[in-house]
């Protein structure tokens, strides 16, 4: 069936954010990853990772647009992120992956979140709480195959196969596990825990398993088990050496000029001196600095955007200001309050990341996490959940 999209609306930014910085959110962009990761995905279902306020961009607001397009189940970090995710999405399902901690258990009974147990003496304990009140707990156990972060490792799992009366009262609704090396397809790291979940899981109770995030989505049905835990593809971070296709960066960070100024050769522009202009340079003053997540490195080699036309960082970055060599630009392109793209779809922030050595989504949640977001959604229909392709053709198609 044909489904209508309306495209991401491009108007201005409105008051009071038009005159700071602004990452704009395309929610439609982030529901059109969501259906690509459907399409692709040869499981069960879906479902969104939105841990640390989904990435910065917004737990509520995404979960409720994801929500609307079907997805039913959300992943966060612990208790606290649950409950304020919660009254968005009344119906859903929530885990929270960094299992107790130091929360009671009847704490994730009462707001039905489901904890992503992290260890046996979790087990143990959640077991014990659930046997003490007389009902089961829905729970979630994590294996560690690998990653040496969180789940049981090898010689808790066995203490667990041996002993299955260990969950008694535990009502266990998926096994989790989590990729080391998921950025790097070839890394026979992953062969070796995918091998380690699928013979400990033949062995503990049955339940959904739960091993893919973004990047083994794309990787194909070996990888794919019952349960998807995507975050960073439903905001456009491409998470593999291997290039992922079919997603939009659901993010767009501008920000206004507040100043231009002629500045003669030989004058030295930001702390330090740190710009040495060796030409008569004009330079744009723009309202963005680290205090909004831009790491200063970013600066060194790096560009903005005014229009189409690439615009480089001169002088580093202060804590709100970074300024721009704009000599090369047409005469009235930029003037004071001129927007300059930062990152966006056609700037994305990969690139930038690998230069500075550091995962997109170290970048993506600083910046987000910062700046003034506004959000962008079509205003054509919801999205039904029909505009599903049918699975099993999926299933062939992926196989064949
Ligand atoms: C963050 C996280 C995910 C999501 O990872 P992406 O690569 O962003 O899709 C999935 N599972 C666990 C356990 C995580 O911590």
Not at 41 to 55: E, M, P
Not at 289 to 313: E, K, M
């Amino acid at each position: 069936m044909t489904c209508a999209w309306a495209p991401w609306e491009t108007g201005p930014i409105p008051a009071p954010l038009a005159s700071g910085p602004v990452l704009e959110v395309n929610l439609q962009a982030i529901v059109d990853n969501h259906r690509t990761l459907r399409r692709r995905f040869t499981g069960t279902a879906v479902t969104a990772v939105i841990k640390s306020d989904a990435y910065g961009l917004g737990a509520q607001p995404v979960a409720q647009a994801l929500a609307k397009a079907g997805c039913g189940t959300f992943w966060v970090n612990d208790l606290i992120e649950a409950l304020a995710l919660r009254p968005a999405v009344p119906k859903a399902t929530i885990y929270a992956l960094q299992g107790l901690g130091v929360d009671a258990v009847e704490g994730f009974r009462a707001a039905g979140v489901i904890p992503v147990l992290a260890g046996l003496a979790e087990v143990e304990r959640a077991a014990e709480a659930a046997r003490h009140a007389g009902a089961a707990l829905p729970v979630a156990i994590q294996l560690d195959t690998g990653l040496g972060r969180l789940g049981l490792p090898a010689g808790e799992v066995e203490r667990l196969i041996a002993a299955p009366e260990l969950t008694d009262g535990l009502d266990i609704r998926c096994w989790v596990s989590h990729l080391a090396a998921f950025d790097r397809p070839e890394d026979p790291l992953n062969d070796r825990q995918r091998a380690l979940f699928e013979a400990w899981t033949a062995r503990l109770p049955p339940a959904a398993l739960s091993l893919a995030a973004s990047a083994c989505v794309f990787r194909g049905p070996g990888w794919h088990f019952d349960l998807a835990r995507a975050g960073s593809a439903h905001f456009g971070v491409q998470t593999s050496a291997r290039w992922q296709p079919g997603l939009t960066a659901a993010y767009r960070l501008t920000a206004p000029v507040l100043r231009i100024v002629e500045l003669p050769a030989g004058r030295t522009v930001g702390y330090r001196g740190v710009g040495r202009l060796v030409r008569p340079t004009r330079v744009a003053t723009i309202d963005l600095g680290y205090a909004n997540g831009l790491p200063p490195a970013v600066t060194r080699g790096g560009a903005a955007r005014i229009g189409t036309h690439a615009v480089p960082f001169v002088g580093g970055a202060s804590m709100s200001l970074t300024m721009l060599d704009v000599t090369d630009l047409p005469e009235g392109l930029v003037q004071v309050g001129t927007r300059c793209v930062v990152f966006d779809t056609d700037a994305p922030i990969e690139p930038v990341a690998d230069r500075l050595g550091v995962a997109p989504n170290a970048l993506l949640t600083q910046i987000a996490g910062t700046t003034p977001k506004l959000y962008r959604a079509t205003t054509g229909p919801v999205v039904p959940d029909r505009c599903q392709p049918d699975r099993a053709a999926t299933a062939a198609a992926v196989s064949s």
